[in-house]
């Protein structure tokens, strides 16, 4: 069937053939999936997603390196490689890569279950790594070394200079991301300060933010203590109509201003 290429915005190719698949590809450019059923996915360099579109069932196809956000649904979640390595979900957080000697799978949140073409299944928890060599027909389980986080954050720091925010699934929009990662944290859009989830510090209405402690409405903002209309402020103490100002006491007629002879 005749694949007909369509050129998007950020380098993104996705082809749409005859029989409704959809296929996205990069070359040095990272893309962001937002598939049918609300799950995302963030496609690493040199790297190929394939999908129906009517995505029923959930399935994708993988080549190269992905992290994937996947939303809950009534049937599983699964990812294929070219070799028929299976990666099973219901509604988790994890990183796959499927190479041409084998596959690995890292869990940041839920469960995975890896098959693997002679039947053999390894479920694959939080913060641990799996990893099935063909050569050896061998699945080794260990701790998970996180090395996509690192183009995760260049990634996230890219599509933020196009004023592009990275999104998670629905299921984690609330969620923390990464515990501990200097670049990544609590919100919706994966970073502190994001626009969506719960904005961290300097974000635009969490703390230190236009709309809390420290801005515009809140504690030494203008609304507040010590802005204009609170102590300190023009209508309060040591304003022009309170103690000391020019209408109240210690006013122009009060005590201690022009009208106490």
């Known amino acids: 069937m005749k ?19 959809v296929t996205v590809k990069t070359s040095d450019n990272f893309e962001q999936v937002v598939l049918p059923d ?6 690493n360099h040199q790297s190929k997603l394939t999908y129906s579109k009517s995505f029923n069932p959930r ?18 979640f699964t990812v ?14 994890f990183f796959m890569a499927a ?22 299944i390894k479920e694959v928890h939080h913060a641990e790594r799996v990893e099935y060599q063909r050569h050896d027909n061998g699945l080794h389980l260990g701790h998970a070394k996180h090395n996509h986080r690192n183009w995760i954050t ?11 925010y990275l999104m998670r699934s629905r ?25 969506e989830g719960k904005p961290g510090k300097h974000g635009p209405n969490g703390k230190g933010g236009n709309d809390n402690k420290g801005g515009r ?18 209508d309060n103490k040591g304003g022009h109509d309170k103690k000391g100002g020019n209408g109240g006491n210690g006013g122009d007629h009060g005590k201690g201003g022009k009208g106490k002879h």
Do not use: W
């Not at 609300?38 to 496609?43: C, D, F, N, Q, R």
């Not at 399935?59 to 049937?75: I, K, P, R, W």
């Not at 294929?80 to 988790?92: H, L, M, R, Y």
């Not at 299921?171 to 626009?195: I, Q, S, T, V």
């Open 3 to 21: 694949n007909i290429q369509l050129i998007l915005l950020l380098a993104l190719a996705i082809s749409f053939t005859a029989c409704g698949t």
């Open 38 to 43: 609300s799950s995302v996915v963030y496609l």
């Open 59 to 76: 399935t994708v196809t993988l080549e190269g390196e992905a992290f994937f956000s996947v939303n809950d649904g009534e049937t599983p």
């Open 80 to 93: 294929k490689t070219s070799s028929e390595e299976e990666a099973i979900v219901k509604g988790t957080e």
């Open 99 to 120: 190479t041409s000697s084998g596959a690995v799978v890292e869990v940041e949140l839920g469960l995975v279950s890896l098959h693997v073409s002679d039947g053999l």
């Open 154 to 164: 260049i990634m996230d720091s890219d599509f933020r200079s196009s004023g592009i």
């Open 171 to 195: 299921k984690h929009a609330g969620f923390g991301y990464y515990p501990g990662h200097p670049k990544l944290g609590k919100g919706g859009h994966m970073r502190k300060g994001g626009p």
């Open 217 to 234: 409405d809140n504690k030494g903002g203008n609304d507040n203590k010590g802005g204009n209309d609170n102590k300190g402020g023009n």
